[in-house]
């Protein structure tokens, strides 16, 4: 992975991220750069890799417009604009939900998809649909810097970063477990599990519970709460013996409730429900109940 300082569009990031942390360019830089900067910037580069495609995220309107891609999907800036032979089979929704005294908060924001488990058949179409800006859907691959936690031969599929009410659409081909997060808030706990076909407690792969990363190749597995308290004290003296206060992504994908076996069983699991099962949230709900609304639905009709 290349260091901050080779790199110019971290370096961007440094000035403020130095005044908020009272701290040099060092390890909570390298982290959260590569969970946040390198994913994110990886997300867009894919979209944008394309030189044919226009702002819509649709390519050369000569070829097969609606075409899903492999690893850039389809992405429309409107919603309401999926073309129809591109109809999801199901539809996920990409929140953000503020405290209700964002002045005195009895809680850090939660950045979440809704369902945060869903099971589908292999072949599926997932409409992640953004009901808050700068979302991205984002596989946790090799290719952006983190652990494996997608099946093998998986391409590194991420989506630009979404607009209020845009989408992002994309086929889940092959059988497995998914695991993927938002790249502009994956350090505050924004990911997801997606179980494509039926799996037995024997098929589900080792990833689902043993979170690593590794030093050659440079990777990082999802951020827990210890990994980025311990970059903060590392850095800088004033951050000495302090809490880390949002959600990590570990936490989520680690929930009882998003045991792939549970999934399957269930359909769709709530963020509702993996919250519950982290103890230093578990008496904190978001600011809608999403187990009755729409954007748990599953299924959506062709």
């Known amino acids: 992975m290349t260091p901050p300082d080779e790199e110019r569009p971290e370096e961007s990031l440094d000035e403020p991220m130095d005044r908020l942390l009272d701290a040099g360019r060092r390890p909570l830089l390298k982290a959260l750069g590569a969970g946040v900067t390198v994913s994110v910037g990886s997300g867009v580069a894919a979209a944008r890799s394309d030189a044919a495609a226009d702002s819509s995220g649709v390519g050369d309107t000569e070829s097969d417009a ?47 998809f809704e369902p945060s488990g869903i099971h589908v058949a292999p072949g599926d179409v997932v409409q992640f649909t953004a009901t808050a800006p700068d979302h991205t859907i984002t596989a946790y691959h090799p290719a952006q810097g983190f652990q494996r936690r997608v099946p093998d031969g998986v391409p590194p599929f991420s989506s630009p970063v979404l607009n209020v009410g845009g989408a992002w659409l994309y086929e889940f081909a092959n059988s497995g477990v998914y695991d993927v997060y938002c790249g502009s808030h994956h350090v505050f706990g924004m990911s997801m599990r997606l179980v494509v076909g039926d799996l037995t407690a ?101």
Request: charged share 25%.
């Open 66 to 112: 609606a075409a899903l891609d492999p690893q850039y999907g389809f992405a429309t800036p409107d919603a309401d604009t999926v073309p129809g032979e591109l109809a999801p089979d199901h539809i996920v929704e990409l929140h953000t939900d503020m405290p209700a005294a964002p002045a005195n908060p009895d809680r850090p924001p939660f950045f979440h």
């Open 202 to 302: 024997e098929s589900v792969p080792d990833y689902e519970e043993t979170f690593e990363g590794s030093d050659d190749p440079p990777l990082l597995p999802p951020f827990s709460p210890a990994f980025l308290e311990h970059e903060l004290n590392a850095i800088s003296d004033a951050n000495e013996d302090c809490d880390w206060p949002w959600l990590t992504p570990q936490e989520v994908l680690d929930a009882p409730a998003l045991d792939p076996i549970r999934i399957q069983e269930r359909g769709a699991v709530s963020f509702v429900d993996a919250l519950a099962d982290i103890d230093r949230f578990a008496e904190v709900g978001p600011l809608h109940d999403d187990t009755d609304n729409g954007a748990s639905a599953v299924d959506s009709s062709r």
